[in-house]
């Protein structure tokens, strides 16, 4: 059983005035067993609905959205369901299902007496589902996204000392060297978890048996299973359907993502996608891709000013693999090996890239980078903070950051920016930049600051004479 932080989420859901919750994310990311999880710790009662094996339950949404006529049909399929007012978590599995489940949670909304949360895989694939005929609940439900487990959840699992965590935490915080000792083995902790990465059933078949030959065994058929559903749509009857042409290229995409990867500039280039078609068609299965949540992009800028969305290339980018655990799966049999021993450099340094884009994108961090069109400069990664473009330069080891540094160097051309270079060594500072080790990446958290304004008094306001 795997702790993840983003139970948090769910009592923090549960504690305040709240709406059905809607978890979103990749196939296999564990959304379903955390949901019965929290059931069981925090209701008196948790009735289970599973949209895609028991197709007998989908009767009970077909007619009027009442609550209390949902509840009959609901017990009359499922026996040992108990609806207790303020004391039951009603879970809706695989919701992309059944399109008239998702439309019945205003009704779940208004009535307010059993919290309702879904799940669902596929809920942001356009032309996945059937449409929602009878409207879907805007404004009556929220919504959270699961990701891959962090390093930071991968720590709390290995049973480490959280005042151990706690003081990295706080030297990463502090700008000050983390002791020796910990040093290397929050390193080689980290390297491990570079290989395992964070779909739990690869992690916890690490913990189980600490073999890495079956762990990869494990992503491959994580990477079967979630292919399998690849191009699944419902027709008009609600009958599963797959599209051969989008399943192609979805495949096709994602088995270019290692040759994408290894080039020196790591644009991605519809050029190597091994299908037949144009690149706005083949555009269609990276798409989808990211939609499943199994990718993510990261975008070219024109220059180094904020806010970054402005500067961004639309059709310049690189992807990476939302886990990379799953892309070390893809690379050869001796990657592991080199990544254990601390070369990252493999692929010409795609798994040091991939570290990075995978853990901004967990807490929520779009993905920019700059790279000149003559070239040089190339930095590997950009992002905002209080308005300003911060520089980001991942070298696989303790290598010179010369692109950084020589933006750095050039502030009339690039303007002024704070740099931090991530690298295998121990934190420290440079001319004009910060330096942390690689695992620092694992100890980030999304942090939103509240934004309190101050009213305008209008009983003041007059219509000047």
Request: with cysteine; glycine share 6%; proline share 4%.
């Amino acid at each position: 059983m795997l702790v993840r932080d983003s139970i948090h989420e769910l009592v923090a859901w549960k504690n305040r005035p709240h709406k059905p919750l809607v978890i979103m994310g990749l196939r296999q990311i564990g959304k379903t067993y955390l949901a019965k999880k929290f059931g069981e710790e925090f209701y008196e009662s948790v009735i289970y609905l599973d949209f895609r094996s028991n197709l007998a339950v989908h009767k009970a949404f077909e007619g009027d959205f009442d609550v209390e006529k949902m509840i009959l049909a609901i017990t009359s399929v499922e026996k040992t369901a108990r609806f207790i007012p303020q004391k039951t978590l009603l879970i809706l599995d695989e919701i992309q299902d059944c399109a008239n489940a998702r439309s019945s949670l205003k009704y779940w909304a208004i009535d307010g007496r059993f919290d309702v949360i879904c799940t669902g895989s596929f809920l942001g694939v356009k032309g996945f589902r059937s449409p929602y005929i009878r409207g879907v609940p805007v404004g009556y439900e929220e919504q959270m996204t699961m990701y891959p487990l962090t390093f930071r959840e991968f720590l709390l699992n290995t049973g480490l000392d959280k005042k151990v965590y706690d003081y990295v935490q706080k030297s990463i915080e502090e700008k000050t060297m983390v002791e020796q000792t910990v040093h290397q083995s929050m390193r080689s902790l980290y390297l491990q978890y570079l290989i395992v990465g964070g779909m739990p059933e690869a992690v916890n078949k690490f913990f189980e048996t600490h073999d890495l030959n079956q762990v990869r065994e494990v992503q491959l058929q994580i990477l079967n299973s979630i292919k399998d559903d690849f191009g699944r749509y419902k027709d008009s009857e609600g009958k599963d359907k797959i599209n051969e042409v989008l399943k192609l290229r979805a495949e096709a995409c994602l088995a270019s993502l290692p040759a994408q990867l290894s080039k020196e500039y790591k644009k991605f280039q519809y050029s190597l996608v091994d299908v037949k078609g144009h690149s706005p068609e083949k555009a269609d299965g990276l798409q989808y891709l990211e939609d499943v949540g199994l990718v993510v992009k990261s975008y070219n800028t024109r220059e180094l000013s904020y806010p970054l969305e402005a500067a961004k290339i639309s059709t310049e980018f690189k992807v990476f693999f939302a886990d990379t655990g799953l892309l070390v799966s893809q690379l050869g049999d001796e990657v592991p090996a080199k990544i254990l021993s601390g070369d990252l450099g493999a692929y010409k340094g795609a798994v040091a890239e991939n570290m990075v884009a995978a853990s901004f994108s967990k807490i929520g961090k779009p993905l920019f980078y700059f790279h000149a069109p003559s070239g040089s400069p190339e930095l590997d990664f950009l992002f905002e903070k209080s308005g300003e473009v911060v520089i980001i330069e991942c070298k696989a080891s303790n290598n010179r950051a010369t692109s950084m540094k020589f933006v750095l160097a050039n502030p009339k051309r690039f303007g002024e920016h704070k740099a931090v270079k991530i690298a295998d060594s121990n934190i420290g500072q440079g001319s004009g930049y910060e330096t942390f080790p690689l695992y620092a990446l694992g100890f980030m958290q999304a942090k939103r600051e509240p934004l309190i304004v101050e009213m305008v008094d209008v009983m003041k306001l007059k219509v000047p004479e």
